[in-house]
């Protein structure tokens, strides 16, 4: 099993600052990652999908990056409506997913 | 529009059965891959089970034996069968459209409660 990893657990920005989110995986997987965002109460949103190819409706803020075992969200410049918890998740076998960055208000 | 919407959670005791139901629109289920994720209270993300276009099934281990997914093309509505319910059971279940790289489409979740 592919185990996925995320730092930090939480994350404090002020609204208007670049945050930027790690993924980790044991396994190479390629570009085989996607991200979620979950706001309170709410299910998860797809971001991004093959590590930076953002999904229908995501604005330009958010970017991933990154291949084999290392992966990176940016939100470029947070706006109130970020504040969430953050996933990624890996699909080169089934999938599974990271334990969450909490982006909250520094 | 793609909508998916869960119903049938609820309150069950240890050792119990309940199904889950998950009404689609906007696409037709018998054309992607669809998917159970649950969520324990204040956890993470668990993927549980897929049901495949030609209708085979995979499920995690965790829930492998105890639950069983299948879908009615004709109502366009995706199911979780679960028995021998456990407490660690207890969980938001989403029903997700699977492109089998990325869960795209969530539903709003439905919340299960095992307890005695």
């Known amino acids: 099993e592919i185990v996925v990893t995320q730092s930090p657990a939480t994350l404090s920005v002020s609204p208007g600052e670049r945050a930027i989110l790690s993924c980790r995986t044991s396994?190479?997987?390629?570009?085989?990652i996607a991200w979620y965002q979950q706001r309170p109460g709410q299910a998860p949103r797809l971001l991004i999908h093959?590590?930076?190819t953002r999904a229908t409706g995501i604005p330009a803020r958010f970017s991933g990056s990154g291949s084999g075992t290392e992966f990176t969200l940016t939100i470029s410049s947070l706006q109130s409506e970020d504040f969430a918890v953050y996933y990624c998740?890996?699909?080169?076998?089934?999938?599974?997913f990271g334990p969450g960055t909490k982006v909250d208000f520094k | 529009e793609v909508q998916l919407v869960e119903s049938g959670g609820g309150l069950i005791q240890p050792g119990g059965s309940l199904r889950l139901s998950c009404a689609a629109s906007?696409?037709?289920?018998?054309?992607?891959?669809m998917s159970w994720v649950r969520q324990a209270p204040g956890k993470g993300l668990e993927w549980i089970s897929v049901?495949?276009?030609?209708?085979?099934?995979y499920y995690a281990d965790s829930v492998k034996g105890r639950f069983t997914i299948s879908r009615d093309n004709s109502k366009n509505t995706l199911y979780l069968d679960m028995k021998s319910l456990r407490v660690e059971d207890t969980a938001v279940y989403y029903c997700?459209?699977?492109?089998?790289?990325?869960?795209?489409?969530w539903g709003p979740g439905s919340l299960v409660t095992v307890a005695s």
């Open positions: 906007g696409f037709t289920i018998s054309g992607d891959f």
């Open positions: 396994h190479s997987i390629s570009t085989n």
């Open positions: 997700v459209r699977d492109l089998a790289t990325v869960l795209d489409y």
């Open positions: 998740q890996q699909y080169n076998r089934r999938f599974t």
């Open positions: 049901i495949y276009k030609d209708d085979s099934a």
């Open positions: 093959r590590a930076s």
